[in-house]
């Protein structure tokens, strides 16, 4: 039996993110960093006798990983990808209308997008 994988290691600003690959650096919260001063270190994963894994659930047609949300990276690049948007926002979303009744929805929905320009200057 293959023995689990470690995680990849910290990188960028306050090790917020995993390294990806030699030059790319991601984590939620703070995107992806590619060939960054932060990444720098990134390189020394090369130099390591086990492999590691970052990110989250496997994405894209070149064996990628989840990076942050929306983003799927593997060791060379990073690409946009749907799945890997974070599920969570959709969830709050749809909590926000349980248990209300149609005319409340409705609202709720004018009261979000309601908000385009607070600060508008009329002439």
């Not at 690959?21 to 932060?38: A, D, F, M, R």
Request: proline content about 7%; some cysteine; overall charge negative.
């Amino acid at each position: 039996m293959d023995a689990p994988l470690r995680k990849c290691m910290p990188c960028g600003p306050g090790d917020r993110g995993r390294c990806f690959g030699p030059s790319i650096c991601c984590g939620e919260g703070l995107g992806c960093l590619l060939g960054s001063p932060e990444t720098a270190h990134c390189v020394e994963e090369n130099y390591l006798l086990t492999a590691c894994q970052a990110g989250g659930r496997p994405c894209g047609s070149e064996g990628g990983r989840c990076a942050a949300s929306g983003l799927c990276c593997d060791a060379e690049s990073c690409t946009t990808d749907q799945s890997c948007l974070i599920e969570e926002e959709g969830d709050d979303q749809t909590s926000l209308f349980e248990g209300s009744d149609p005319g409340d929805i409705i609202l709720r929905l004018l009261h979000l997008g309601g908000h385009t320009s607070p600060h508008r200057v009329h002439p």
